[in-house]
């Protein structure tokens, strides 16, 4: 793979985030032939704004379709932002908050719900188990994938990068029921759906809160990408699970990913904002188990916001 | 003891329906709920009569009470259904999508003789009404200037166990308003509760989500004697639980006083409120629902007090004509300024 980083001095600026993400591309000398069709799959995750560090910000998209407008003036081509709904989380109405239906209205491309027809089935096997998951057939169809994941961290995965935004575009909605088996999906999900770009926003990056990064990372392997997001956000990628189970599928090599850092992405992970991963894990689970156990000895009642039903 | 039913078995009517289970004075006659899977939740609960329609479950003959917590444009029809068999009805805020919705379902409960009490639940909060006290001992003196905040994410707030927000929250014409009728019904409530009657003097809506409803608003209101309250309220903070980010200040003439200060430590009280509940279980005494989270038992209080006076025959604690009047403020603010739906940037 190839990457590169950039520190934008104004991540507000679309034409500043433009410019930077034509250095970004200028210096990524992968080949890409001319797309007809380009789906940029952005992380929204949930009714969260770009302010949170949660979601991908829409100036972000805005600026990257001014950069490939540029980049590939034909006609012809066509340009869709797409995701797919969450359990808790219905595209329709995310794309409307959080300013993807204007920002389509303004740059004239289209929105995509990945969980609307036509849906396909598509195997693969992980671990030995086979395993079926539904895609948006366009998403498959599609010319390049440019997969636009945040630079956050999630209590399950740890990291949220390139491979779990493509977890995200899963077309099943109630997603959570994978949660027992994330790393297995993750790579699944990877196995069928190859992201052709991947451009990390991390403008407001989000570990144990947000914080004002201002930085961007191009690279073309989704695999590799989260290694290098896993070692900024403080994480060894050998224990991320899913980065391991990929490696074991003989799909890719953590040390690969080893030769490309540098001295920009030491810096990142000098200003990311560490998650007390263990501390949090350790301190919410045992306040719910000591819960659980109180209402059920005592026979007190848990609130159903609390309940994992 | 007070034969009860609950209409509406998402995330409020869930706590209403633990909260009842375990209410001594209350047997519970059954639930109804429209949606499969929240009549499969109460069958697990072991709720044992289910209904998919409220009017099957009006017709119990032996029922006396319902706690309605239905989305609010159905608050209307299932109070009158519920009225009209003279079932008294307890439900969630706010009472109505708007002030004239609010007035007919008041001429409903007093063509059908029935009683009608709204779940204003954060007046019973313990700092809260530490606040009230100190304030009616006169401790801070005379009261002159009070700001109340509630910022949150409505109804967008992220469960443990994630489920998606019903449509109906999306439809300025299901709901009746954004942050201020939700958020800001609180506020209002315990503005008018501690200070009385009062009116709106000035109001701006904003939004930081393109929604058709306001998602952030800031108020200034006035009481009749004199006291100014400024009210910030929104749906657009991603604030997690047990974090609250909800406080009056109220700046007396000699003195002031700020729930923060009197809020109890989450942690320390939850330990003592278990305390108390071992020792009672000890001596087979009937525990304290929830009062280790003063969040969640604020709903248990308001539950209790509501069977208590349909027990005793006595005047609701939280009268409609005080709710009434807040539904009106409500409804003034929204005339006072036009909202803007368009989101900067």
């Not at chain 1, 540098?262 to 306040?287: C, M, T, V």
Request: proline share 4%; glycine share 6%; net charge neutral.
């Amino acid at each position: 793979m190839v990457l590169n980083n950039i520190i934008v001095k104004d991540r507000e600026n679309v034409n500043e985030l433009t410019s930077s993400i034509k250095k970004l591309f200028d210096n990524l000398s992968i080949p890409l032939k001319e797309p007809r069709k380009i789906i940029i799959k952005p992380n929204l995750c949930y009714y969260w704004d770009s302010s949170t560090g949660q979601t991908t910000s829409p100036k972000l998209v805005s600026a990257l379709i001014d950069y490939l407008r540029a980049e590939y003036p034909k006609k012809e081509l066509e340009i869709v932002i797409a995701e797919a709904d969450a359990s808790a989380m219905k595209t329709k109405h995310a794309f409307k908050m959080l300013g993807y239906e204007k920002l389509s209205k303004e740059k004239k491309v289209r929105l995509l719900n990945l969980s609307s027809d036509p849906i396909s089935n598509f195997s693969t096997k992980v671990n030995s188990n086979k395993c079926s998951l539904a895609f948006s057939q366009e998403l498959l169809d599609a010319d390049m994938i440019i997969n636009v994941p945040k630079l956050k961290f999630h209590r399950l995965p740890m990291v949220t990068g390139a491979m779990k935004n493509i977890y995200g575009a899963i077309a099943t909605e109630h997603k959570f029921s994978y949660h027992k088996v994330l790393s297995d999906i993750i790579v699944a999900s990877n196995k069928i759906v190859n992201s052709n770009i991947i451009l990390v926003d991390g403008l407001i990056a989000l570990g144990q809160y947000p914080k004002f990064l201002n930085s961007l990372i191009l690279g073309s392997n989704a695999f590799e990408m989260d290694c290098i997001l896993a070692k900024i956000i403080g994480f060894n990628p050998r224990n991320v699970e899913y980065l391991s189970l990929w490696e074991r599928e003989g799909l890719g090599k953590i040390s690969d990913s080893e030769k490309m850092w540098n001295s920009g992405l030491s810096q990142l992970a000098k200003e990311f904002p560490k998650p007390h991963y263990f501390r949090q894990k350790i301190s919410w689970d045992s306040q719910l188990f000591v819960l659980s156990l109180y209402a059920k000895v005592m026979g007190d009642v848990i609130p159903p916001l609390l309940l994992d039903d | 003891m007070i034969k009860i039913g609950v209409v509406g078995i998402g995330h409020m009517g869930k706590t209403h329906l633990f909260n009842l289970m375990k209410n001594k004075n209350v047997k519970l006659l059954g639930v109804a709920d429209q949606s499969s899977r929240a009549r499969a939740f109460a069958k697990k609960m072991g709720v044992k009569s289910i209904y998919s329609n409220y009017s099957e479950l009006f017709d119990e003959p032996e029922l006396q009470a319902v706690v309605i917590s239905l989305p609010n444009f159905l608050k209307r029809e299932s109070l009158e259904a519920a009225s009209e068999k003279g079932l008294a009805v307890l439900i969630d805020k706010p009472l109505a999508r708007n002030y004239s919705e609010a007035v007919e379902m008041e001429k409903i409960v007093q063509k059908n003789h029935s009683r009608l009490m709204v779940a204003s639940n954060f007046r019973y909060h313990p700092h809260v009404k530490k606040m009230k006290q100190i304030i009616d001992d006169g401790n801070i003196g005379q009261c002159k200037l009070v700001s109340l905040d509630y910022i949150n994410h409505g109804p967008f707030s992220h469960p443990l166990n994630p489920k998606p927000v019903p449509d109906w929250w999306f439809e300025k014409e299901k709901v009746g308003g954004g942050a201020l009728i939700d958020n800001g019904w609180h506020m209002i409530d315990l503005f008018t509760w501690l200070f009385g009657e009062a009116n709106v003097e000035n109001a701006i809506f904003d939004h930081h989500f393109n929604l058709e409803l306001e998602d952030f608003a800031n108020l200034t209101i006035k009481s009749k004697n004199g006291v100014l309250g400024v009210l910030n309220v929104g749906w657009f903070s991603h604030v997690l639980f047990p974090k609250l980010d909800f406080r009056i200040i109220c700046h007396g003439t000699i003195g002031y006083c700020n729930t923060d200060e009197l809020k109890p430590n989450l942690y320390l009280n939850a330990a003592k409120e278990a305390l108390i509940n071992f020792k009672r279980k000890i001596f087979f005494q009937p525990i304290n629902i929830l009062t280790y989270s003063y969040y969640f038992s604020s709903y248990n209080e308001v539950l209790r007090d509501f069977v208590l006076c349909l027990e005793k025959d006595e005047e609701f604690p939280i009268s409609l004509a005080q709710q009434l009047m807040v539904q009106e403020i409500i409804d003034k603010t929204y005339k006072l300024s036009p909202i803007n739906t368009e989101v900067e940037g």
